[in-house]
């Protein structure tokens, strides 16, 4: 009888597991979402969305002077969830508005372009390049079939083995297990992530309707370069000053090659939308 109750409660434990494996690990299909009208704006409306990267309001800020500097008045609205993986980041544009970083407003809210900050904790959770890949990939291609323009930074520099050392016992048991039984692709090494999505990206064709702003000219070296950071996961305000200009005349260059009408207006508004306090990065 006890051996009969342990198989039990052996089997039920393995079950849970295997569910809470394939909810963090899976590939979810596409959500289906109506598609709202475009309409031309007073100002350049620009969306931020991602992890901790994207909460706050210091990012805004600097953005919408950096556009003043070129006489392009902005309203920018962020959404950032910390320690969110792209799976997340990707689910919360389609959560109920209301409902804890839910970033549904970004679809609804006629933006030009959206920025999207993600990677660095599907790097610290070691979910693996093709999941990172295939989730960067749905943001992007939801962003414009809503007429958005993504402006994707791609997998950010940081102190990746400081923060995969720190975490406990429990999570990285966790992480070796998943590596033994689910393929999500390589987690080793951060230019691993690079080069999954940017592969995918050109075989979707993604990337030619996409502004790609390259990490590596904000940073390219983690170790050398401490200054730009507030800690192993984060930014400080010169690193977020560096990425913000970056960011800017990459939208500024593509207008350019473009020769679109830059929208005016009369004010200036940035409205951040900051979801929590900015978290030390976790599983």
Known sequence: MRIKLLLLLTGMLLAEFGYYLYKRYSFEPRHISRHEVKHRNEVLRIGIIGDSWASGTTLDTIISNEFLKHGLKTEIIS???PEAKTKQIYDNLYT????PY??????????????VLAGTS???GEMGAKFYAY???LIIGDLLKNNIEPVFVTMPDFGFKETTDSLDVLQKARNEVASLIIDNGSTGSLDDYRKQVGQLLKDTHLQDSTIVVPFNM???DYE?????????????????Q?????IVQYILDQQHRNHSAVPMGNRNMVVSKPQSMVLPLGS
Not at 96 to 99: F, K, L, R, V, Y
Not at 102 to 115: P, T
Not at 233 to 238: D, E, K, N, P, R
Not at 242 to 246: A, Q, R, S
């Open 79 to 81: 959404f950032g969830e």
């Open 224 to 240: 050398k370069h401490k200054i730009l950071y507030r800690n192993s996961g984060h930014l400080s305000t010169a690193g977020k």
């Open 242 to 246: 560096k990425m913000g200009k970056l």
């Open 102 to 115: 839910s970033s549904s407003e970004i679809l609804h809210h006629n933006l030009d372009y959206c920025i």
């Open 218 to 220: 904000v940073c390219d």
């Open 122 to 124: 599907d790097a610290t």
């Open 135 to 137: 989730y960067c990939s």
């Open 96 to 99: 109920s508005p209301g409902t």
